[in-house]
């Protein structure tokens, strides 16, 4: 079955970087574009930013414009997430969510997800 | 960028009962509407997209409906299993994409 599972939970000073995976499994991976969304402690979830599937052209919410870097590795089926500049207001989960413009036109599935914690 | 906007907060539903939450956006987005069930621990699960089309292995106790700014999910005989935190998304102006901020289904 389509599956995405991200790596663990991390832990980072304010002013670090981190660095999320998100390893696919079940499908054709160069096929389908990857999303990345937040979800901060009693917020809503945030969009954060996309890479398509075959030129992996990225976007980027403006609110991560600088910081965000999106990729991919088709050979290991693996998106990545890179957030610079740490604070603590980035402490959340993070998740993966590939782009189903097959059938859906949305999100489906979501990996697991992945809590950040910025902290001093 | 599209607001959504979902209510109640929360809604309180004895099991076997029928919840019925809404979700409105700041303008049209067609039917291009998905919502999704979290629970604790878990990631989104994709219930319903296109306004109204249940994803794969959704039950049928959940319905979705609406078209423009007003959209509603339904969810008839709710089981145990349904108490959860529900989200809407517009997915016809992006991006970004953007999310309800959730109505947390409960006992």
């Known amino acids: 079955q389509v599956q995405l599972v991200q790596s663990g939970a991390e832990m980072r000073k304010p002013g670090a970087s981190v660095k999320v995976s998100c390893k696919a499994s079940?499908?054709?991976?160069?096929?389908?574009?990857m999303h990345w969304v937040r979800q901060a402690p009693g917020q809503r979830l945030e969009w954060m930013g996309f890479?398509?599937?075959?030129?992996?052209?990225?976007k980027y919410s403006q609110k991560f414009q600088d910081r965000l870097t999106i990729s991919r590795d088709a050979s290991a089926t693996t998106a990545y997430m890179e957030l610079s500049s740490l604070s603590a207001e980035d402490t959340a989960v993070y998740y993966c969510?590939?782009?189903?413009?097959?059938?859906?036109?949305?999100?489906?599935?979501w990996g697991q997800g992945t809590l950040v914690t910025v902290s001093s | 960028e599209i607001v959504m906007t979902q209510s109640p907060a929360t809604l309180s539903v004895s099991p076997g009962g029928r919840a019925i939450l809404s979700c409105r956006a700041s303008q049209s987005v067609s039917t291009n509407l998905a919502w999704y069930q979290a629970k604790p621990g878990q990631p989104p699960r994709l219930l319903i997209y296109g306004a109204s089309t249940r994803a794969t292995d959704i039950p049928a106790r959940f319905s979705g409906s609406g078209s423009g700014t007003e959209f509603t999910l339904t969810i008839s005989s709710l089981q145990s299993e349904d108490f959860a935190v529900y989200y809407c998304q517009q997915y016809n102006f992006w991006p970004p994409w953007t999310f309800g901020q959730g109505t947390k289904v409960d006992i």
């Open positions: 079940g499908y054709i991976f160069s096929n389908f574009a």
């Open positions: 890479i398509s599937a075959e030129n992996h052209h990225t």
């Open positions: 969510a590939r782009h189903d413009d097959v059938l859906t036109g949305t999100f489906d599935p």
